[in-house]
């Protein structure tokens, strides 16, 4: 795909309707730049998870335009969908082994990314052999080791204990300062999308349109005590109230 725009990843008037008939996205339009990180929420159903899956190419638009500028796009899923007879090292490494990677190069890779998110150590760990949060962390060095210039990431903390998600939620938060890339994050919780994001899009009920795109006033990093301050209560509040008046 080619694009006329500095965007990583640009939408104009996407629509989505599938062979059943179900129309799950509507005149979308969005962009998202290299150094952005933007949280999407929506009630479920909204074709939140359908926009990911057009943005990595994994469906295809029924009307509209779709641009990516980037040469490598990561996708994490909801769940960490690792290999269990693969170590935590050989998981990542996966990456690399169907680029063709040679075994050095793909191995050293494999080992920064895996110190990236926090896990030197348990490299030759089983995924069996790993809590939740450790597991996702397998999941986003997989998705971190080839360098994607576009990030996306489909609730990869909703199944995870609230201690655990609110650490993770520190840990994505450094790893984009250090890296940069554009990021997509869906998410049903709305402190999540506002701590993280340096955008949040609220989405209507279905067939899924932007009826909100705001600007968070934070520069980066950001305190895990910012959750307590009036600005981020008020703002929070506001996207509920806009999501609640559009499900």
Known sequence: MTTTTTATLRLREVTKQFPTGTRALEDVSLEVSRGEFVSIVGPSGCGKSTLLRLASGLEDITSGELDVDAAVTSFVFQDATLLEWRSA??????VGELAHVPRAERARRATEALDLVGLSGFEKQHPRQLSGGMRMRVSIARALVAEPQLALFDEPFGALDEITRLKMQTELQRIFQLKRFAGVFITHSISEAVYLS?????????????????DLPWSYPRPPELRYEPEFGRIAGHLSRTLEAHS
């Open 198 to 214: 340096s955008r949040v899009l609220v989405m209507s009920g279905r067939p899924g349109r932007i009826v909100e795109d705001i």
């Open 89 to 94: 090292q050989k998981n990542v490494e996966l």
